[in-house]
C-alpha cells in the first residue's frame, strides 16, 4: 500500500475477494464488514427517527456561503462550522437529541476491534499535537464518545479533504459506514494533498483514526449508486455515522 494509491483489494471488483482488517496508516484502521446487517438496520432507522427530529437533517451553510452537499443531522452536540453546541442555533434553535449509552457501547467495541485491547489502549489515550489530554486513562473501557455526526450521501454528494478538529479531546474517531460504497480518502496531518491513501468503504465497514492519524485530512471524492443492499434498510444512498469524544463539559 504506497503513499496516494489505492488499497490493496480495493476498486469496483475488490470486494468479490474476502476482506482483512488492515493499517492503512499507524493510528488508522479499516475493519471491512463489522457490521452485522441487523446491526446495520438498527442504526438506518434510528439515523431515520434523528432526522425527522427535534432539528432535521440539513445541508450545512459554510461561513462563506458555500452549501456541503451531504446533509447531516447530530446527536449529543450539535456540529457547526466550526463549533459545538448543545441547540441548533443555525437550524431551528431545538436542543440536540440526548448521546443514548448504547452508542457508548458500540464506539468501545469498535476500538477494541480496529485496535485489540493493547493497542487501543495507547490510541485511547492520544493527546493533541498542543499536548492537550484526552480526557481518558487508556484503553476502550474510558472511551465515552458524546456526539455522532450522522452525514447522509446521494449520487452526487461529496466530502472535500478536511480535518475533524473542533474536539477539546484527541480520544480516536470511530467511522461507520451503510449503504452505497464510496473512495475514502485518508490522507495526513500536515497537507490535503499527498500522500493519502484511498480505501473503498463497504457497507458495514468500520474505520477508526486515533493517535497519530487522529488529526489527519480525509474526505470523500466519489459514491458508487446502486451498490447499497436494501436489506440493511438502504436502497439507495449512503450513511456515515461518526462518533466522537468533544471534550467539552457538561
Known amino acids: 500500500m504506497s503513499p496516494g494509491g489505492t488499497e490493496a ?12 482488517p488492515r493499517v492503512v496508516s499507524p493510528g488508522a484502521v479499516h475493519v471491512p464488514g463489522w457490521l452485522s446487517t441487523a446491526r ?30 451531504v446533509r447531516t443531522v ?31 457501547e458500540l ?40 456526539t455522532a455526526l450522522i452525514n447522509f450521501y446521494d449520487d452526487a454528494a461529496r466530502m472535500g479533504m478536511h480535518q475533524d478538529k ?7 474517531v470511530v467511522s461507520l459506514s451503510i449503504g452505497d460504497t464510496c ?8 497537507t490535503r494533498g499527498r500522500p493519502y491513501t484511498d480505501v473503498e468503504l463497504v457497507s458495514g465497514d468500520l474505520f477508526v483514526f486515533g493517535g497519530p492519524a487522529r488529526f489527519a485530512y480525509h474526505g470523500v471524492p466519489k459514491v458508487y449508486p446502486g451498490t447499497a443492499d436494501p436489506a440493511t434498510g438502504m436502497s439507495s444512498g449512503r450513511l456515515n455515522i461518526t462518533l466522537r469524544e468533544t471534550g467539552l463539559p457538561g
Open 74 to 104: 447530530c446527536v449529543g452536540w450539535h456540529w457547526q462550522p466550526y463549533r459545538y453546541s448543545r441547540t441548533a442555533d443555525d437550524v431551528n434553535g431545538a436542543r440536540v437529541a440526548d448521546f443514548p449509552d448504547w452508542l457508548v
Open 40 to 69: 446495520q438496520r438498527e442504526l438506518v432507522e434510528f439515523c431515520r427517527a434523528r432526522a425527522r427530529g427535534p432539528v432535521p437533517m440539513r445541508q450545512t451553510v459554510l461561513p462563506g456561503g458555500g452549501v456541503m452537499s
Open 183 to 190: 473512495l475514502f480518502r485518508f490522507g495526513n496531518a500536515e
Open 166 to 172: 473542533e474536539e477539546r479531546s484527541g480520544a480516536p
Open 107 to 146: 464506539g468501545r467495541s469498535a476500538l477494541t476491534s480496529a485496535y485489540g485491547a493493547e493497542d487501543a489502549a495507547g490510541a485511547a489515550g492520544a493527546t493533541r499535537g498542543g499536548g492537550e489530554s484526552s480526557g481518558g486513562d487508556g484503553g476502550p473501557a474510558t472511551y465515552t464518545p458524546d
Open 9 to 20: 483489494g480495493a476498486g469496483r471488483e475488490g470486494t468479490l475477494f474476502p476482506r482483512e
